[in-house]
């Protein structure tokens, strides 16, 4: 992991109870769903600085 860039990993478990679903995100102009609500990483990073 880079601390410079934008990175989101969310677990969300299966049907089976010990089977875990992994989806990694990168982009500022990705949402992920949490407790059936959107947040996009924009709003997660909004008050960080990227370097270009």
Known sequence: MNPKKVFVSTYIRS?????WLNQDFHS????IIVENSSISLSDIYK????EK
């Not at 049907?15 to 089977?19: A, S």
């Not at 500022?28 to 949402?31: I, Y």
């Open 15 to 19: 049907e089976n109870p010990n089977i």
């Open 28 to 31: 500022l102009e990705d949402t």
């Open 47 to 50: 008050k960080i600085k990227f």
